[in-house]
């Protein structure tokens, strides 16, 4: 079945440099473009080339977007969510407090329209967005003394940022921005009393555990947490239509490699953060109640001056609503049944 | 960023048949082989082209793999479970009863090496093993009369194949093999007290509601279903390096592209077939305790005697209990909370 070679103008040399926003030891989602990069190199023997730089390498890791915009690079991977600071519609594109989860996510960024009403939005910002991976839902974060009730976040110093942290504002807590590697010192000395960063792979290699040991859950603000490319609109659309299916292809399937490798690494490093001292704790109902309620009061101040976001939301939010009908009848009668046997340790892999 | 063109002799002309098993009708299934053709096809501009054949065009469904294993065709697109006949250790590159979730199958398969055990296996049968999109969790089938306790199951006649059936039987029911367009005469006729088919998309298509409107769940049988696309071995040996990773990369995108295609279509489909008088049921509790012991006295009864079978089988579930201890702390509890939203109506997508 092998036959005469293709046409050579089909395939012609493309280079593109990728600025990412993670800096290398946050290796499954700063390996995220480096899955693209290889299923794309791979794909034309080299013909189209993107070189992936870590967060700082030749972009500060908040500035991809800017960059790419601005056409310095070509592309970004990042989280759009990072942009907040722009226009609360930038969220919308990674996620947002009790929005979906990952398979929620999926199905209305590939079927519900999702991508397309997108991209009416970021390509006014001159990019082209492309969901590339997924954490699955995190953690709530690392908190130095129990949360028994609502009261308690009163006051409370926290790193947590964009949307979230403006709901956390209505229940008291006082939103702090912090870079990763300064969490740590900060929770020791007592300059925050709580941090919110990824989820246990992640989380353990910065040691939270060791000076802010109640480890919540779940991170009500990121049911799941889309990275995504973002294409410079002109670098996209001088892009040979090959490329650009290619690339598409390159994203969805490192989107489930990233979701695959946080499924398979978290498990681990949970149980090794809990013998290590690390205390799990799910947030009271109260807490839950109450975030729920100031979320929709942020929701409702925005949509009622924003008319992009409030396009979007409405999609999205219009969708929720169905995945989780589905969801209920299936997979989750399913998982719950499983978990109780996992409780009683009678899954085949514990006998 | 447009320079000279790739050197011609990397993207060599490949002509691939693939006989699926499915038929045109089910689109969505259906449709993961056509996927994978389509983005190969883009990605090369026509030089690594697969036909897509539909169940019976060339090959018979269930003759897929066999036609692939004797060269008759490159590449098929099936259920490896389909042949169970020929030894139970193929239906674990699809689902098994009380096997992983989606998730859980991805983390497994892509991370946990599950992949490169299952080709340790379906290479003796020379072919080589592609996952290539994923149900999510099914139901469990459509019933005449209500199932209120196990003894209820006991002389039931059901279509329901493979070791979903070999389970069954160790409760009394008469497992039958019956091919899809055969079930709804066979219901209405009382041939038949139950069928298992997919979920809401696919199952609304056949009617079945009509003549046994008691819809149970979970499956507990398909927690997830793996379509996968089997590749001749000998053909993939030749396939060039370039086609093998875009094939491997395609296949990875179909299998993200048939989950949110479901998850998108499923709900409505649900709240259609309610609305048309089909009954939604949970198993009960002594029904799913009954059929998961029953499991693992078939897993005793084949690993016992089958150490291809059981080698897979104990690489898979010894990760089943580390994703469901990672699983029911984070995302599971996220749903919880927003399912109890969901019945209270009070999702932003509800009001």
């Known amino acids: 079945t092998l036959a005469a070679p293709a046409i050579a103008q089909s395939a012609p040399q493309v280079r ?10 946050l290796d499954t989602i700063y390996g995220g473009a480096e899955d693209v990069a290889k299923y794309v190199r791979e794909a034309t023997d080299g013909a189209f080339d993107i070189q992936v730089y870590a967060a700082g390498e030749i972009v500060p890791g908040l500035q991809a977007a800017d960059a790419v915009s601005s056409g310095t690079v070509e592309m970004c991977h990042t989280a759009a969510y990072y942009y907040v600071g722009k226009s609360p519609t930038w969220a919308l594109g990674a996620v947002v407090p009790f929005g979906l989860n990952a398979r929620g996510m999926f199905a209305w960024l590939y079927y519900g329209g999702g991508i397309d009403l997108l991209n009416e939005f970021y390509n006014t910002q001159g990019l082209h967005y492309l969901p590339t991976g997924n954490t699955g839902a995190q953690m709530g974060g690392w908190f130095s003394k129990e949360i028994n009730s609502v009261a308690d976040l009163n006051g409370l110093k926290m790193r947590i940022a964009g949307l979230a942290g403006r709901v956390m504002e209505k ?15 900060a929770l020791e000395r007592g ?8 989820g246990p792979y992640d989380d353990e290699k910065l ?8 480890y919540y859950y779940p991170g009500w603000w990121e049911g ?19 490329y650009k299916s290619l690339l598409e292809t390159a994203c969805r399937a490192a989107t489930i490699e990233m979701l695959a490798e946080y499924d398979f690494k978290n498990p681990q490093a949970l149980q090794r953060l809990v013998q290590q001292g690390a205390q799990p704790r799910p947030f009271p ?4 109640q109450a ?20 396009k979007i939301y409405d999609s999205m939010m219009g969708f929720q609503a169905q995945t989780y009908l589905w969801q209920q009848v299936s997979e989750y009668t399913f998982d719950t049944f499983m978990m109780i046997k996992q409780r009683e340790g009678a899954l085949a892999g514990q006998k």
């Open 16 to 25: 593109w440099r990728c600025t990412s926003s993670f800096p290398k030891s």
């Open 171 to 185: 229940l008291g807590v006082v939103p702090q921005q912090i870079a990763g590697g300064d969490i740590y010192p």
């Open 191 to 198: 300059t925050i009393d709580a941090a919110e960063w990824i």
């Open 207 to 214: 040691g939270f555990y060791q000076v802010a040991p109640y």
């Open 224 to 242: 799941n947490l889309v990275l995504n490319s973002f294409v410079n609109t002109e670098s996209w659309n001088q892009l040979p239509d090959i």
């Open 285 to 288: 109902q109260d807490v839950m």
């Open 291 to 310: 975030t729920f309620a100031a979320s929709q009061e942020v929701y409702a101040e925005i949509n009622a001056n924003d008319p992009a976001f409030k």
